[in-house]
Nanobody
Framework: LQLVESGGGSVQAGGSLRLSCAYDRKTPCMAWFRQAPGKEREGVSI???????SVADSVKGRYSIFRDSAKSTLYLQMNSLKPEDTAVYYCAAAVFQCAYAGVDEKRYLYWGQGTQVTVSS
């Protein structure tokens, strides 16, 4: 399974970005993680094959995850961005259901290369 991300960049606080992750086959659970400088990688949002989603409290109301199955692409829409959202964002895929995979990065077998998001104040 290959995951290819795009859409990162630099934006001012309050702005928006949409990240994309192209995949070549479906898996039960897909997710977005992020890793800020000097911090551990954290789960941002997950999506089941049936469309159910979950987002971290830190981005709730600002981020949304969705998938276009026809394009085999996963998205992360990020609105009202804050400087603390600055990080490298990763797309990941698990062979387990999200109920088991959750945001435990050890349960995600496939990872994208990462895309940098920088939010300036």
């Amino acid at each position: 399974l290959q995951l290819v991300e795009s859409g990162g960049g630099s934006v001012q606080a309050g702005g928006s970005l949409r990240l994309s992750c192209a995949y070549d086959r479906k898996t039960p659970c897909m997710a977005w993680f992020r890793q800020a400088p000097g911090k551990e990688r954290e789960g941002v949002s997950i999506i089941e094959t049936d469309g159910r989603t979950s987002v971290a409290d830190s981005v709730k109301g600002r981020y949304s995850i969705f998938r276009d199955s026809a394009k085999s692409t996963l998205y992360l829409q990020m609105n009202s961005l804050k400087p603390e959202d600055t990080a490298v964002y990763y797309c990941a895929a698990a062979v387990f259901q999200c109920a088991y995979a959750g945001v435990d990065e050890k349960r995600y077998l496939y990872w994208g290369q990462g895309t940098q998001v920088t939010v300036s104040s």
